[in-house]
């Protein structure tokens, strides 16, 4: 059986330790040499940054995270060993872990060493399909005259490099779609290098749990347990006709799924959907002065976004969770794409007065979708607003002296509040 060391990059048949280095860290499959779909996801990224970048941190639990009303970003694997978990509310985990050391995340030290990593795919294969700063897909597909070995141990190579040059470690999923990579790459975390292959693909999901699957959260996991589905083995004697008719186009995906079947490309240009952001008080707040100074730093936030990606959002949302974590949504079709900050901010302004007053909230948030091209933002004048292009310059003319002089070389009086 093809065995690859993944301490020094040794392909030889099936042992328990590699014949020239003497390591254990094998990795053995009968398909390893020629499965070529792979899903890299560095291991609790953050938190890894963290412990990097303070050696103090390294035998502690740390969780990267808002405040005590805020949630987990993501934590290390100590955390994890007391029940922690990414998304869980902050007062929860720090019931669970309250030795914690809780940081507050450091995003544009995590997008230096997510670029950092990119340049390295890049050197590998150009069909990489981001899903986040810490992971993406990878089709090495006819790599390997190129690399001089197969897709294996050149994604072994990688996360070694990883480990040596940015002290950030990662799981690679080998498996011949998207789907199966994924769920590979969870399977020996962390670094871990798990392999699926097609003569065990049904063997492999037959037992495991419906929730496995790509798109099956708790609402969807309910429903299909209401029907009778709780694991892959009863999605399977479902008939596709019958799954369809019961839950519509997701039934249909869920049929195809259970079979192993996913015939979505590598694709590296994924469009964004759409662009937002959101923040959480540390205490709930019906103060509409503080709320609005908050809805103008995400608006500006967003709208840099939007500069950055050369894009423009044709329908403004907002966003408002109550203290009981009940949600309100408002969004609001635009007359044209916009990418200016003060109107991202007025239009969620309005969409702020159409709901409940003095309800307190837990957090706010505000976004742009149905995204354009940053080419065709903001051409039209507002006939019912006559300085908005007036306004519009002004933030142009803002933006120019930020990039020169940094972003607080200009601040709004009402960001302040």
Request: hydrophobic share 40%.
């Amino acid at each position: 059986m093809p065995a690859l060391c993944r301490s020094c990059l040794t392909q030889f048949e099936t042992g328990t330790r590699c014949p020239a280095c003497r390591s254990p860290r094998i990795l053995s499959h009968p398909e390893l040499f020629q499965l070529s779909i792979a899903h890299m996801d560095c291991d609790a990224f953050y938190a890894s940054v963290e412990k990097r970048d303070n050696p103090d941190l390294r035998d502690k639990p740390v969780i990267v995270g808002g405040g005590t009303r805020g949630v987990v970003s993501t934590c290390c694997y100590i955390a994890r060993i007391s029940g922690v978990r990414s998304a869980m509310p902050m007062f929860q985990a720090l019931r669970l872990c309250p030795e914690a050391v809780v940081i507050k995340p450091r995003m544009q030290a995590y997008v230096e060493v997510s670029r950092a990593i990119r340049a390295m795919m890049e050197a590998l294969t150009p069909a990489i399909e981001p899903l986040s700063l810490d992971e993406a897909f990878l089709d090495l597909t006819g790599t390997a005259r190129l690399h001089g070995a197969p897709p294996a141990v050149t994604l072994a190579r990688l996360v070694q490099r990883m480990e040596e040059e940015l002290g950030i470690t990662g799981s690679i999923g080998l498996s011949h779609n998207k789907f199966l990579a994924k769920i590979a790459s969870d399977l020996d975390k962390p670094r871990g290098f798990s392999v699926v292959g097609r003569a065990e693909t049904q063997a492999f999901l037959t037992p495991k749990p419906v929730r496995i699957l790509w798109g099956v959260g708790t609402a969807t996991q309910t429903a299909l347990e209401q029907a009778g589905i709780r694991s892959i083995a009863d999605l399977l004697r479902w008939d596709r006709p019958d799954l369809t008719a019961r839950f519509g186009q997701m039934g249909d995906r869920l049929w195809h799924l259970a079979r192993g079947e996913d015939h979505r490309r590598v694709s590296r240009d994924e469009a964004v959907k759409s662009i937002s952001k959101e923040t959480t008080f540390n205490e709930d707040t019906a103060d509409a002065d503080l709320l609005d100074g908050h809805l103008w730093r995400l608006a500006e936030q967003v709208a840099d976004r939007a500069k950055a990606k050369d894009l423009a959002g044709r329908t403004v949302t907002l966003k408002l969770k109550r203290s009981n974590f009940s949600q309100i949504s408002r969004r609001h079709s635009l007359d044209g794409p916009t990418q200016i900050a003060d109107r991202i901010y007025r239009e969620a302004r309005a969409l702020f007065d159409t709901v409940p007053r003095g309800v307190a909230y837990r957090l706010i948030g505000v976004g742009i979708a149905d995204l354009a091209p940053g080419g065709e933002a903001d051409l039209t004048a507002d006939l019912l607003d006559p300085e908005a292009a007036t306004r519009s310059r002004a933030e142009r003319a803002t933006d120019r002296i930020r990039a020169r002089f940094g972003r607080d070389a200009i601040i709004k009086g009402r960001a302040l509040r």
